[in-house]
């Protein structure tokens, strides 16, 4: 039997399947999808078994054929599903299927660590084989495999004698902390007696007795009001231990959660819920987009179709935004579905992520929530997939290998014969367009659940503020408004626009204002560090006292920073609490959910925040939001500058008034008149479709056209523009004349660490050479890059223009 194995070398002359001979000791157990250890060359390096077939490839020379070595799975971490999978992407999307293999596996797999058997039942294992096992009851692969015990270990694993277990590296070994419980060489009734005249010690080892099920931390004895020094006495006497206990890496595992009882549909939810389940019933692939303002019941309907999915024995997968995964989210899902449901987000470590993907490989959990990379759950018989929030762009990977999350969801949703939903309150352009063609059945949730009004809009003309000599960052109407709440005590949200709008440090005398020596960009000031920092290549310095050109002691810092925003806030309202969500003050695992729960708790009067506080907040106190500066967005040079200004704002709005309380919205700008912003005011999301639409066809972008943007880049100007010119040339051979080649010209960021860019826009509708000359550059430069990193990014479809 032959194995076709992807190497694990990722360069291009090797991306595709080499023949190996599989052993005879291995060929019982070998599967698809699992890692082995192959000689290639010199070296011996990790592959994927691709596919597993009886004859080699004709051509070549059987006598040639080296063995796999050794397997590192037992049960495959990639479904058949995933192997195919990858195969598909990486032809059409010019991308190296090592590298979307190993962007489907959890990053525990990647990092140190190793396999084993570990003991289930005893009685079950033989004795010679028995004495193998460590004290632990663990039986490393590697050592089974150099043992010859491979073949009788594995038919024990199907008898669940034994079982696999994955004995991760330090960072991600399971955390412990320290627990205390009765020591077992007393009788609980005697040690009680004994303790009567000292009631202190009495409750705590009462207390202990009643949690023996449980490991009790430590410092829960104070948190529950009993004597932590009653403890110490008490294990000098041996009546209780301390020791190490495992903390659960699940952090709602041991919770019960309250059973959440399904709602009654509006007839609106009713009539989406009745056009979804036919399909699931049908057992086919369509693809809807569930077009619905926020608070209009999007998600109650995911989970009553998620209920169907599940009573049909199937699996569900539904991706979020990485910032919409909040505990309030998930709580939800765990809610009605308890513990069938994984989370797969990057605020979990490793390790936690590992055992989450476990879950659903070994179909203990058949519902997932998470983020863009979880579209790879390896799931086996999904029954429908959901993306909440489908226009996000975090749904694209920028890194290599790029990719977007929903070419992945489409093509599985295909591969189960289930449907795809799309939900947004402003779906993409390319969405709601394909939805308006027929490709997408769309469903609408125009109101919100209860037919709640949605919040009053103001907008300012914050020209006509400067005009009337008001030059503070706060509008009248807004300062009004604010003090308003307070005095009601009622809260307010404070979003500001951060991109583009850092801080930065300016020469008040020659306007000099210090760059990055690497890229071309004014470095941002952070004034917790004190330091100037460059937001592409990390570059940092000490900001100067004195112009470097011009010697001007007038040098100071500009621009409104959140920082600096709460300085303003704190001078203006001295009674507010403030709390500031950015991305100095989130850094910390946690510290995100932390501010959100103070703010829900009341412990802050104004959450001031950037773009991470435009979703998932839902706090019935909250009646006023304001915008501080919406046109920030709408000045980038990118074609999605518009759309992206509505979504945003329309998703701020969307924080106040979801209670019962009334809501009110003031948005500050110097372009009242724009499109984008008077749609948001009217709510009218096809409006700003339409209007949109228009500019997009004049302008030849998505969804008329389809892009990919070359970025060729070098440290020598010269090699990058003579790169960019053949780049040039073989897309002008290959495509023809109905398709549209811009530049090649410098990008909008023109420097990036020391190094040159240049970019090409291609437009088009229908090429058939684009595919070949897209893989020839591709590999040409490959080559190159390893030769003397010249480097060729290709971007289908892409969300970032600069
Ligand atoms: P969306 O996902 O569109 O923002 P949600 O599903 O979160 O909307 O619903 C908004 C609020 O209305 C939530 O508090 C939810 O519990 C509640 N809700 C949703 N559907 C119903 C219903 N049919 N009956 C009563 N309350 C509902
Ligand atoms: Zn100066
Ligand atoms: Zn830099």
Redesign the pocket.
Known sequence: MIAKVIVDVPAKNVDFTFDYLIPERLAPIIQVGVRVIVPFGPRTIQGYVMEIVDEADPELDLNKLKEIKEIQDIKPELTPELVKLSEWYGKYHVTKRISILEAMLPSAIKAKYTKAFEIAEDELIPDDLLEKFDREGHYAYKAAQQNGDLDRLVPLMKDEAIREITLLSQNTRKKTQRAIRISSEHNPDDVLAMLEKHPKQYDVYAYLLDEQQRDVPLKEIDEVGLSPSSVKTLEKNGFVEKYDAIVERDPYASRVFEQEEK????PG?QEAYDAIKKVIDEEKQETFLLH?V???????VYLQTIEAVLQQDKQAMMLVPEIALTPQMVLRFKKRFGDEVAVLHSALSKGERYDEWQKIRDGRARVSVGARSSVFAPFTNLGMIIIDEEHEATYKQEDYPRYHAKDFALWRSEYHNCPLILGSATPSLETYARAEKGVYHLLSLPER?NNQPLPAINIVDMREELANGNRSMFSTSLREAIEERLARNEQIVLFLNQRGYSSFVLCRDCGHVPQCPNCDISLTYHKSSDQLKCHYCGYQETPPNKCPNCESVHIRQMGTGTQKVEELLNREFEEAKIIRMDADTTSRKGAHEKLLNDFGEGKGDILLGTQMIAKGLDFPNITLVGVLNADTMLNLPDFRASERTFQLLTQVSGRAGRHEKEGEVIIQTYNPDHYAIQDVQLNDYLSFYHKEMKYRQIGKYPPYYFLINFTISHVNMKEVMQAANHVHQILLQHLTDKALVLGPSPAALARINREYRFQILVKYKSEPELHKALQYLDDYYHEKYLKDKLSLKIDINPYMMM
């Open positions: 709602r009654q549909l509006t939810q619905g926020t608070g209009s019941g999007k998600t109650e659940v």
